[in-house]
């Protein structure tokens, strides 16, 4: 079982609990399952390096791909937008460059929807 060592945090975190990592600079805010959220003080990248389940897909974001219930793109008033569905419900956005990659990750189990869940 992959864990994850958090700075900051006292306990090693299993990958297995991770739903998806938002950062804020020089910390990362780690959602874990059950609704629990833990602040550690180091980047996205330093928790990036840890593990090969945890995929960027843009700027500031981590999430497990264990834990991606659908794929889809939407369209705000001006623009196209792909989001990941996580299986709690939380809609994050893809980057355009990260699209691609997140697509050819993507398991048989994963949904791909032709659009996403209106915001």
Known sequence: MSIIKLVGHKAPIPVIQILYVLGDG???????TGG?????TMTLKDVEVQSTTLLRINKGTLVNQHFIA???PTRSARHRISLVC???????SVSRRRWK???ETKSDDQVIL???RPQ
């Open 101 to 103: 990659v997140l697509l």
């Open 70 to 72: 659908a794929l889809g």
């Open 36 to 40: 629990k959220r833990v602040l550690a």
């Open 26 to 32: 020089n910390y990362s805010n780690v959602y874990l």
């Open 86 to 92: 996580m299986t709690d419900g939380t809609e994050l």
């Open 114 to 116: 032709k659009t996403a």
